[in-house]
């Protein structure tokens, strides 16, 4: 009954919004995706399609309806450069990882850039300054912001709730006859009874295709004990594109009935970290593929589920043999189906038990307090309950305080958690430099989380757990010229690029002034590239310039570059 609910509200806003007929298509290039709405990407679901655009920039981009520009955004990261429209129905589409905008647009950006000093922008827009018409050219597409590679990312929202919709509901040409495609299965025993092929461990089996229908290979009857849970490893794929794509649909049934199912029409950005609960992260951080459960952490509030019985989860002890069935379906009806049957073995088995320090609940605050540690873990912050394991590691050379294993990093945190770790600083003076890292101590390398100093403690808020300690960080940033030899000569006609990076904290800032006016810089953070084009509007030819380039790291390290050349 549920199931059909869900089906009724999903048609209902489709007719509110306006069905197919509504939208051109973005691009007018046949439209071939490398990326699907709710694909599972690092910490969230992906808010959109990601078009092809064979492979490079400029491809011209189009309003899919009526409406007005309603936000513009440029950002080194994200979706770099970005347009929204606002659409009669109560949608607002979405153009990210542009190259460029429309040439009223980009003037309107650049001015409110100067105005701002700033690169970085994110403003709304007045509702009659860039009116727009079904088919009207508004930009071309890119690859700035953190794109892999040239694409144009597309999405559809709710413009009350803010919330994506799955635009492949709105019938753009996008051609499918290709169903999901399923790779491996997961079994995992949940609770301390619980044993799969008479191991306490979980277990993955592989998957074989023959005859239109997926299968276990070797088709075994698995033998399983006590609370168990089930995960698949699978994606989707579209014709035209070998990039593996996100799955619309999954079912599951345990003996005919239906115990679990969830579809990807929309969800909320508030929402979007569940995914760390959606997918096994534990098995993700061990072997990087992303296995979707088909049951629930009780401390997952995602509501992309239609139907959940008893948590998804199968509670197997009465000693028969038993049918699993799940059934994967994309938007254009193409379904995937694997059956494999288990079977109640009890059996007892060898179980490790770890000593932990504390036992931390989901759904309520938790502290820990130790020797030179503190860390507080707001309510839902876990997804279930953790038993929580610290122990601390002596340590040399570049830490002023010992290594703090802070639990598992197979763990997830849905909220950030606050750390602080008592560290021996020299000299006061160099306090301001202090920063918690999260220490890999197999590779040695160093990730810079941040942090103030107060009373011989070094404060952060930590996104993962893992292994932490509090080094110092007083390295200024690099500043490598491409277009200027020797702090005097342009060696590029049209713009000046320079490479900013920074060995351990990041880029916090930079800024460039030309004849003591600030000058726009574009920044790319993933080449680390930084350019500024000579504008005629606001650059003087035929004379000396004097060049002034500072660039700050996140623990306020400064370098600063200074030149002066004929242009």
Known sequence: MKYFIIILLTFCSMVVFGQAPVYSPPVKIPILLSGSFAEL?????????????????????????????????????????????????????VYGHLESFREDIARHVKNIQYAKESFRTDFPVE??????????????????????????????????????LNPLQFDFPVKDNIAPRIFSLLIVPLNEFGHVDFQAAKKSFPVSYSEGKYFLQNNPIIPVYGKIGVAIRANDYFDGSNNKCGVYSMRMFFDGELYYS???????????????????YEEYI?????????????????????????????????????????????????????????????????????????????????????????????????????????????SAGAFLSDIHVVHKNTVPLHHSAQLSIKAEVPKKILREKAL?????????????????????????????????????????????????????????????????????????????????????????????????YFDAERFELGKRHHLILTVTDNNNNINIYEASFWK
């Open 127 to 164: 509702k009659n300054l860039f009116p727009v018409k079904k088919d009207d050219f508004i930009a071309k597409s890119g690859n700035s912001g953190s794109s892999g590679g040239p694409h144009l990312h597309f999405e559809i929202r709710d413009t009350e709730t803010e919330e994506p």
């Open 41 to 93: 990407r690092s910490n969230h679901f992906h808010s959109g399609i990601d078009i092809k655009t064979r492979g490079v920039t400029g491809t011209p981009v189009y309003a899919i309806n009526d409406g007005y520009i309603s936000r513009i955004v440029v950002s080194p990261t994200g979706f770099g450069r970005a347009l929204y429209i606002r659409h009669p129905n109560g949608t607002t589409s």
């Open 286 to 394: 061990l072997s990087r593929h992303r296995y979707q459960k088909a049951w629930l952490d009780p401390g997952n509030r995602l509501k992309i589920y239609d139907y959940v019985r008893n948590e998804g989860t199968l509670r197997i002890t009465d000693g028969n043999i038993h049918h699993v069935r799940f059934e994967l379906t994309d938007l254009y009806g193409n379904t995937s189906t694997l059956d494999f049957n288990v079977e109640s073995k009890s059996q007892k088995v060898k179980r490790e038990k770890t000593k932990f320090s504390r036992l931390m609940k989901y759904d309520r605050e938790n502290h820990f307090s130790k020797d030179g540690i503190r860390i507080d873990f707001g309510e839902g912050t876990f997804y279930d309950d953790v038993e929580f394991i610290w122990e601390k590691i002596p």
């Open 436 to 532: 918690l890292v999260r220490v890999d101590t197999v590779s040695g390398k160093l990730s810079a989380v941040g942090g103030t100093f107060s009373n011989g403690w070094v404060t952060a808020h930590i996104q993962e757990l893992g292994n932490y300690a509090v080094t110092l960080d007083t390295i200024p940033p690099q500043i490598v010229p491409f277009s200027i030899r020797d702090k005097s000569a342009i060696t590029e006609t049209s713009r000046i690029r320079f490479r900013i990076s920074d060995d351990l904290s990041g880029i916090k800032s930079y800024e460039g002034t030309l004849n003591g006016k600030w000058a726009l810089f574009e920044y790319d953070a993933k080449s680390e590239i930084i350019t500024h």
């Open 262 to 280: 969830f579809r990807m029409d929309r969800f909320s950005f508030n929402e979007t970290r569940y995914l760390n609960s959606h997918i096994d």
